[in-house]
C-alpha cells in the first residue's frame, strides 16, 4: 500500500527513478520561462506599437511607445504609397522569390548527384565543395568576379555569387543518401532514368529537407544588404533590407529621383519602426508553417552526412 501511494505521489507518467520536481525548481522555470518570452516580446511590442503610434504620442514619450494611444497607419501609407521604400519591397520579394528557386533547383540537382554512388568525379566535387566551405572567398576576388563577368549594378549579382550554399548542399546530400537504395534499383529495373527517379522518387519523399533549405535561402535572401551594398550602386535597385540599414543605423533620408524634392521621407521613428516591420513580418509568418519539418529534415541529412 505504502509503494502504491509512492507511486500514485510520483504521477503515473514519471519514470521510477525520477524524483517528483522540487516546488522552487518549478518555480525557477516558471521565471526564467517568463522572463525570456519578455525579453522577445517587449521589443516586437515596442517596434510595432511605435509603427502605428501617432506621431506626437512619439515625442512625447521620448522617441518609443509601449501602446499607441492614438493608432495610426500613416506610417505604412507613407512608405507604401511609393517612392524607394515601395520599390525596395518589390525587389526584396523578387529576389527572394527568384533567388529561393534557383538555388533550390542548383543544390538539389547537385546534391543528387553528390549522392548516387557510382557517379563519374563525385568525391573530387564533394571535397572541392568541402574547401569552399572551409576557407571562403574574401571581399575582393568576389567583387573582382562579379566585376569581371559583368553582373555589377545588376540583380544577378545577389543571386549568382551565393546561388548554392554549401551547409544546405551537405545536408540534403545526407538526406537523400538516407533513402533506401531498394527504391532506386527498382525504378532502374523498370527503365527509369536519373531524372525519372529524381522527380517520382527522390523529391516526393525529401519534401521535409527542401523546406527547411528553401526556409535557409529565403531567410538568406530577404536579410541579405551587404551584397547589395558592394554590388549595387543606384539607391533605386537597393533591397528593402539596405534601405532598412540607412533608415535605422545611418539615420539618413533617402530621396526617390523620380520625385524630386516631393519623394523625400522625414523618416521619423515611426516610419523607421513601420520599415522594420515590413521588413520582419513576411519571414515571421513563414517561418511557423516549416518549423515542424526542422527536426526531421536538418538532422537526417546533418546525421547522414
Known sequence: MKLQRRDSRRGAGRPAWQEAPHPLTSTAKAVAIVVVLALVAVPFLVVISTSLADPADVVANGGWAIWPEHPTLAAYKEILSGGIVGRATVVS????????????????????????????????????????????????????????????????ALIAPVLVNTFNLVVMRGFFQSLPAELYEAARMDGASELTMLWRITIPLSRAVLAVVGLFY???????WFNALIYIDEPARWPLQLVLRTYVLAGG??????????????????????????????????????????VKGVLSGAIKS
Do not use: H
Not at 534557383?102 to 557510382?118: G, I, M
Not at 573530387?124 to 576557407?135: A, Q, R
Not at 521619423?268 to 516591420?277: E, S
Open 218 to 224: 529565403a531567410v538568406s535572401y530577404w536579410n541579405s
Open 253 to 294: 533620408q533617402l530621396a526617390d529621383p523620380s520625385a524630386g524634392e516631393a519623394g523625400l521621407l522625414s523618416a521619423p521613428q515611426t516610419v523607421r519602426m513601420a520599415v522594420v516591420v515590413l521588413a520582419t513580418i513576411p519571414i515571421v509568418l513563414v517561418y511557423p508553417f516549416l518549423q515542424r519539418f526542422f
Open 93 to 156: 520579394l523578387g529576389v527572394t522569390v527568384v533567388g529561393t528557386a534557383l538555388s533550390l533547383a542548383a543544390t538539389v540537382l547537385l546534391a543528387y548527384a553528390l549522392s548516387r554512388p557510382a557517379v563519374f568525379g563525385g568525391k573530387p566535387i564533394m571535397l572541392v565543395v568541402l574547401f569552399t566551405f572551409l576557407f571562403p572567398p574574401g571581399i575582393i576576388p568576389a567583387y573582382l568576379v562579379v566585376k569581371e563577368t559583368g553582373l555589377l549594378n545588376s540583380y544577378a
